[in-house]
């Protein structure tokens, strides 16, 4: 009988098994924190998106209200006069929708915080109605009664619209040369975005004067 020689096998610890787990456990985590960051990524930029959207509504809104005063509002006939009850008054408001808000702008001598409305929380609201003059930029979309709705273009929750107080005459120093009138302007308008979260406040002051009025 021939005897094969012993051959003294290694006993296996399935150590190999044990670190292909360990790399297979980080790698996938590695992919989860990825894919979460690619997700949180997106939603910023949505948001940042629809912020900015909103502001250059609320923007909008309000270079029309500083060309209106300019322009369409009479306002030189007040600084000529050098009164604000000649072009402004107290404005009242009657109850009525967001969406059908009066487009025909006023200049208002209450101020929105005597109306009892929270500048920075729009729509403004004062005992049930909405304050202010709607004004839709040409093409843009609003949810709910919308004019110059573009097929598949964005459409934006909230109608815009703004509010023109009269402050009165402004001081001698805003009014250049002398024996010159004028009359001081606030401007607050606001915009929405797509969502109805996403809001944007703006406020501008505009001085009107007149050196030679009424010729």
């Given at each position: 009988?021939?005897?094969?020689?012993?051959?003294?096998?290694r006993?296996?610890?399935?150590?190999?098994?044990v670190?292909?787990?360990?790399?297979?456990?980080?790698?996938?985590i590695?992919?989860?924190?990825?894919?979460?960051?690619f997700?949180?990524?997106?939603?910023?930029?949505?948001?940042t998106?629809?912020?900015?959207?909103?502001?250059?509504?609320?923007?909008?809104?309000q270079?029309?209200?500083?060309?209106w005063?300019?322009?369409?509002?009479?306002?030189?006939?007040?600084?000529a006069?050098?009164?604000?009850?000649?072009?402004?008054?107290?404005?009242?408001f009657?109850a009525?929708?967001?969406?059908?808000?009066?487009?025909?702008?006023?200049?208002?001598?209450?101020?929105?915080a005597?109306?009892?409305?929270?500048?920075?929380?729009?729509?403004?609201?004062?005992g049930g109605?909405?304050?202010?003059?709607?004004?839709?930029?040409?093409?843009?979309?609003?949810?709910?009664?919308a004019?110059?709705t573009?097929?598949?273009?964005?459409v934006y929750?909230?109608?815009p619209?703004?509010y023109?107080?009269?402050?009165g005459?402004?001081a001698?120093?805003?009014v250049?040369?002398?024996?010159?009138?004028?009359?001081?302007?606030?401007?607050?308008?606001?915009?929405?975005?797509?969502?109805?979260?996403?809001?944007?406040v703006?406020?501008?002051?505009?001085v009107?004067?007149?050196?030679?009025?009424?010729l």
């Amino acid at each position: 009988m021939i005897e094969l020689p012993h051959v003294n096998k290694r006993s296996q610890t399935g150590i190999v098994l044990v670190s292909s787990l360990l790399l297979l456990l980080v790698v996938t985590i590695m992919a989860l924190s990825i894919f979460r960051s690619f997700g949180i990524q997106e939603k910023i930029a949505g948001n940042t998106r629809d912020k900015q959207r909103a502001l250059q509504v609320a923007e909008s809104v309000q270079q029309f209200a500083e060309l209106w005063i300019a322009n369409s509002s009479a306002a030189p006939v007040a600084v000529a006069a050098g009164s604000a009850s000649s072009a402004g008054y107290a404005c009242s408001f009657s109850a009525t929708a967001a969406n059908a808000m009066s487009t025909a702008p006023l200049l208002c001598t209450n101020t929105l915080a005597s109306l009892g409305a929270t500048v920075t929380s729009p729509p403004w609201v004062s005992g049930g109605n909405y304050i202010g003059f709607q004004y839709t930029p040409p093409g843009m979309g609003v949810s709910g009664g919308a004019t110059g709705t573009v097929a598949n273009d964005i459409v934006y929750s909230m109608q815009p619209a703004f509010y023109i107080t009269d402050l009165g005459a402004p001081a001698g120093s805003l009014v250049p040369g002398a024996g010159s009138t004028g009359e001081v302007y606030k401007i607050d308008a606001y915009g929405s975005g797509v969502s109805p979260t996403t809001l944007a406040v703006v406020e501008s002051t505009v001085v009107v004067s007149c050196i030679v009025c009424k010729l």
